[in-house]
């Protein structure tokens, strides 16, 4: 059973370009999150997705935006990069929003942006 | 909003010893989730134990405990037994039940020394 898989695992970008990640949730779960992990900091979220809806949005920007497909895999993207952007970006799924349904949180893709 | 603070940034213990890592949140929820994440140096976070706040028994899972004092805001891990493969940063979240966010504090890096 594939756990939460997330492309690229690397990425490198300059200023003002976009940026698309990419995540394939845990078989049987329908609802995605996505986080922006700082170095030395913990995760802080973004937004969630579930029935190809946001339900929810973290303090981001509105350059951060994403996507839910029917297959319930999802995108993020980032326009116009910052500095300030380069961090461990992880993807967590769940068969639920909400409760105590735990999360189960991808690899992660590092995005440098120079 | 909820927040959630863990003191101390590095803690040290030797093999086969005990260690407690603090945290404590803020929430003006009455119905929550409380939370310890494990990311080894790989990157990929893991669920170590989970609380129910409604719950006054605190959890245990295996060498993994905790002490969940609700009027204080307090959700203390302890390791027994520490083995080296306990060394990683660990994560205290909350996440109510009223919201889809997991809101976490900033890490403590755990040391296991031979």
């Known amino acids: 059973d594939a756990g939460v898989t997330q492309s690229p695992t690397h990425l490198i970008k300059t200023r003002g370009q976009q940026v698309t990640l990419r995540c394939s949730p845990k078989s049987g779960h329908d609802t995605v999150s996505w986080y922006q992990q700082a170095l030395g900091q913990g995760p802080q979220f973004i937004f969630q997705?579930?029935?190809?809806?946001?339900?929810q949005r973290g303090n981001f920007p509105d350059r951060f935006s994403g996507h839910q497909f029917p297959n319930y895999s999802s995108e993020l993207n980032v326009n116009a990069l910052l500095l300030g952007d380069s961090a461990l970006y992880l993807c967590a799924s769940s068969p639920l929003a909400g409760g105590d349904n735990e999360q189960f949180f991808g690899p992660g893709t590092r995005l440098t942006v120079l | 909003a909820q927040t959630v603070t863990q003191s101390q940034p590095e803690m040290s213990v030797q093999e086969a010893e005990t260690v407690t890592l603090s945290c404590t949140y803020d929430t003006s929820e009455s119905d929550y989730y409380l939370f310890w994440y494990k990311q080894p140096p790989s990157r990929q976070m893991i669920l170590v134990i989970r609380?129910?706040?409604?719950?006054?028994q605190n959890a245990t899972e295996n060498r993994f405990s905790v002490n969940f004092q609700k009027a204080a805001k307090s959700f203390s891990l302890k390791i027994s037994d520490s083995q080296l493969g306990d060394a990683a940063m660990y994560f205290c979240a909350s996440h109510s039940n009223s919201g889809y966010a997991l809101n976490f504090g900033k890490g403590t890096s755990l040391l296991v020394t031979p």
């Open positions: 997705y579930y029935e190809e809806e946001e339900r």
């Open positions: 609380q129910e706040a409604y719950k006054q």
